[in-house]
């Protein structure tokens, strides 16, 4: 079975700081990678996903992830992030073959100080 | 577009009371159907999932069940809530053609 680890719980950053989240999965086969955020009072939505190709993926809101394959990591980043930031970030992983389900790590709460 | 509805948005039951929380899907047919849970201080949690009517596989085997009535329609189900069932539910759908699910609003469910 599958595994997600996310490495921080909470982040609290100023804005226009830099933005790093960890994730690293355990899993013997291909997978697909996602991210997902939810913002205060609103749905669970898509940020950037990962399915082939280039390793360095763009999402929304200027967000982007780096798939590292030897190192089982999808580490989340943004070179400077906003007050409108604050949210949950989750990583999650499906398997690249049956019924798409995911497993996902236990998310971090970012919170970016004005 | 697609559009995915859970209700109620929020629940208080007492310990040993029945539950039903219901999730349609809008704009899509035989979409695959998930049901996850975020209880306190845990990631999601998949419960089960269906890929069409009728057919259900449980991930974690507890005090729940699903159901799948209607192509769109995904039921979660309890005879008899423990206090260990608080949390926070999630239904979502897959799309087929992107093979990324979508999540719906969620329901709060706190047993006391």
């Known amino acids: 079975a599958q595994s997600v680890s996310q490495h921080n719980h909470h982040v609290i950053l100023s804005e226009a700081a830099s933005l790093e989240l960890g994730c690293n999965y355990s899993y013997g086969g291909t997978v697909n990678l996602f991210w997902y955020v939810q913002y205060p009072g609103q749905h669970l939505q898509l940020l950037l996903k990962y399915f082939s190709g280039d390793p360095l993926v763009k999402g929304i809101k200027g967000f982007e992830a780096e798939f590292i394959k030897s190192k089982f990591s999808f580490n989340l980043r943004k070179p400077s992030v906003q007050w409108s930031d604050t949210a949950e970030y989750f990583c999650?992983?499906?398997?690249?073959?049956?019924?798409?389900?995911?497993?996902f790590g236990k998310g971090t709460m970012l919170l970016v100080s004005p | 577009s697609q559009t995915i509805h859970q209700w109620p948005a929020t629940l208080v039951q007492p310990v040993g009371s029945p539950l039903s929380l219901e999730c349609t899907v809008e704009g899509t047919s035989n979409p695959n159907l998930y049901w996850y849970r975020q209880a306190a201080g845990r990631g999601l949690q998949l419960l089960f999932y269906?890929?069409?009517?009728?057919?259900i596989s449980s991930e974690v085997p507890q005090n729940l069940s699903a159901s799948r009535p209607q192509d769109r329609q995904f039921i979660l189900s309890s005879k008899k809530l423990l206090l260990s069932d608080s949390g926070f539910y999630l239904c979502a759908w897959l799309d087929r053609d992107t093979d990324t699910q979508y999540f719906g609003p969620g329901t709060r469910l706190t047993v006391l």
């Open positions: 999650a992983v499906s398997p690249n073959s049956g019924y798409s389900t995911l497993t």
């Open positions: 269906s890929v069409g009517i009728g057919q």
